[in-house]
């Protein structure tokens, strides 16, 4: 055995409806088969963006029918979304395996992430979910729901919900039991379902972890070598999209706090996901965060592309 890998897919790899995730999951597993293939044990975590707004549209939509379907909180779309996204994928690298001859079980663990009750996100929501509304729309579900809407880019009114950060995984040590025995297990589906702790009672609440910060915190728990952050770019670039752009191929924890401070990364992208490999990255010594896409995960690893964030 190589390395001990965390791999986190974005959700929008994924695509936005059943029939295209199906299609898509087919290509992202070959790319997870090459590394298990060279011999890494590999954990997969994923994103659900697209497709946890699809299922809280659906049902938001059919609760306000006349069809007298009851409204779905938002921790049980999340899921929703993780058994679905992670019965798709499961089966496409199953059978990517079985093509090759390798015969190791694939499994999906719905995984509920502890925050704190107290985090300062619960005070400040800011992540968009769901579908797009009109101001009188958006004042009658603030009366009426109670819910925290905002403006977006000249779209409409959206909800926003807590982003808190992730302190614990409650089903570590089943994911952790999985790996032992060599299967593929797929976790942290999402960012997670967030849940708060209460003696012996785990509540959910309606918030969404960013599933970068998910996968640094996976990573830590199941003592991983390497946490590879997949995006749609080959390595991470400072002035991205300007004249004088530079793409980097590897980045000290001090580069990065540099970086950051002059606002080359943009929050709701690249940010986070620096954010999360540094976070990784100084978890432990050894330990080594990529940033690439996911077709070039194997070769930078090899270290012939991607970027290295590492001590």
């Not at 290509?27 to 890494?40: F, M, N, S």
């Given at each position: 055995m190589k390395d001990?890998?965390?791999?986190?897919?974005?959700g929008n790899a994924l695509g936005k409806s059943p029939l295209e995730q199906l299609e898509l999951v087919k290509?992202?597993?070959?790319?997870?088969?090459?590394?298990?293939?060279?011999?890494?044990e590999v954990i997969l975590a994923h994103g659900n963006g697209p497709q946890v707004g699809m299922i809280n549209l659906a049902m938001s939509t059919s609760s306000n029918s006349d069809a007298g379907t009851p409204e779905m909180p938002f921790p049980e779309c999340g899921a929703m979304s993780?058994?679905?996204?992670?019965?798709?994928?499961?089966?496409?690298?199953?059978?990517?395996l079985l093509d090759r001859d390798m015969h190791i079980p694939v499994a999906t663990v719905i995984t509920q992430v502890i925050v704190d009750k107290n985090d300062p996100a619960f005070q400040n929501p800011t992540k968009p979910i769901g579908a797009f509304y009109s101001k009188e729309e958006s004042d009658e579900l603030i009366r009426n729901k109670g819910f925290h809407m905002i403006e977006d880019s000249g779209r409409g009114y959206r909800r926003v919900v807590p982003s808190p950060i992730p302190m614990d995984v409650a089903e570590k040590e089943t994911v952790m039991a999985l790996i032992e025995k060599n299967h593929v297990v797929i976790s942290v589906g999402g960012?997670?379902?967030?849940?708060?702790?209460e003696g012996n009672k785990l509540v959910g609440v309606p918030a969404v972890i960013d599933k970068d910060f998910a996968s640094s915190k996976l990573a830590?728990?199941?003592?991983a070598d390497y946490l590879i952050i997949l995006t749609a770019?080959?390595?991470v670039a400072i002035n991205f999209g300007?004249?004088?752009?530079?793409?980097?191929?590897?980045?000290?924890?001090?580069?990065?706090?540099?970086?950051?401070?002059?606002n080359h990364f943009?929050?709701?992208?690249?940010?986070?996901?620096?954010?999360?490999?540094?976070?990784?990255a100084q978890s432990k010594p050894g330990r080594r965060a990529l940033i690439t896409s996911l077709e070039k995960a194997a070769d930078g690893i090899a270290g012939k592309t991607g970027t290295l964030i590492k001590m």
């Open positions: 001990k890998i965390v791999v986190a897919l974005g290509l992202t597993a070959k790319p997870i088969v090459d590394l298990i293939a060279e011999g890494h993780q058994g679905y996204i992670g019965y798709h994928l499961q089966n496409a690298i199953r059978e990517e960012g997670g379902i967030p849940v708060i702790q830590e728990i199941v003592d770019v080959e390595q300007k004249p004088n752009e530079k793409w980097l191929s590897e980045l000290s924890i001090e580069d990065c706090h540099q970086y950051i401070g002059e943009a929050p709701g992208s690249m940010l986070p996901k620096v954010k999360a490999a540094m976070k990784f």
